[in-house]
């Protein structure tokens, strides 16, 4: 049985001001940097340093690093299904004080043609990409976890149905000191999970070879073509380019 002392401790995390900014702007799911959260929280990163600690400890946040930067991120369903019920309590009890102005969370490239689409090494990356795993992650043909990522039978079959070589791919993978298969890749920008692995560089190389995207001269960002638009729509549904 929960104590109440766990209760009071879980709800005084939660309740701190500075804390409870951080994690409400955790739960649009994308991971931020705690350069970022001291930003949106109005604090001193040294301080922002001391609360994230707290709430890894807890349990509240996972912590992810890529390159040299530290990106935080919801733990799990289960905090975010309780910041929900705490933020339906207040906005119930605070009904007639009118809503209070969010700070927006900026991240990543200005550039929108960078934002959309283009190249992280040798895979996609951008709000295509992402939209692209998380279309797959819904259909159950892609499993991302914080220890991988699982590309499921019926995902490999329906990679291969839109010409996606993955024989080439496991091959590069068997390769002593190949890519991973299949491994998730926090985008820069959007700062939720792209394909990348063998998998991923695959889905790039298909992508190209059939002129559903080319590069944009001078830079990593890539267009989608109308052909691409079509067949990436058809394969995924239109939603990928919202």
Request: charged fraction near 20%; proline fraction near 3%.
């Amino acid at each position: 049985m929960l104590s109440t002392a766990a209760l009071a401790e879980t709800a005084a995390l939660a309740g701190d001001p500075a804390r409870a900014n951080m994690l409400a702007a955790l739960m649009g799911g994308r991971a931020l940097t705690a350069t970022e959260l001291a930003r949106i929280a109005g604090i001193t990163p040294q301080t922002a340093s001391g609360h994230l600690s707290r709430l890894l400890e807890a349990g509240f946040l996972t912590m992810e690093r890529q390159g040299r930067h530290r990106y935080h991120r919801l733990a799990s369903p289960a905090v975010a299904s309780m910041l929900e019920s705490i933020m339906a309590v207040t906005g119930s009890l605070n009904s007639g004080s009118g809503p209070r102005k969010k700070k927006a969370v900026v991240v990543g490239p200005r550039d929108k043609a960078l934002r959309r689409a283009r190249t992280c090494y040798d895979h996609l990356a951008g709000q295509v990409a992402v939209a692209i795993a998380d279309r797959m992650t819904e259909l159950g043909l892609l499993d991302f976890s914080t220890d991988g990522g699982v590309l499921t039978e019926d995902g490999a079959a329906f990679l291969r149905g839109i010409g996606v070589d993955l024989d080439g791919a496991a091959a590069r993978s068997s390769r002593r000191g190949g890519p991973i298969f299949c491994r998730p890749c926090l985008d820069w920008s959007e700062r939720r999970s792209h394909i990348a692995g063998s998998v991923g560089a695959a889905i790039c190389s298909t992508c190209f070879s059939q002129g559903w995207i080319r590069r944009l001269e001078g830079t990593r960002a890539v267009i989608v073509t109308q052909a691409g638009h079509t067949a990436l729509s058809k394969a995924f549904g239109p939603g990928i380019f919202e």
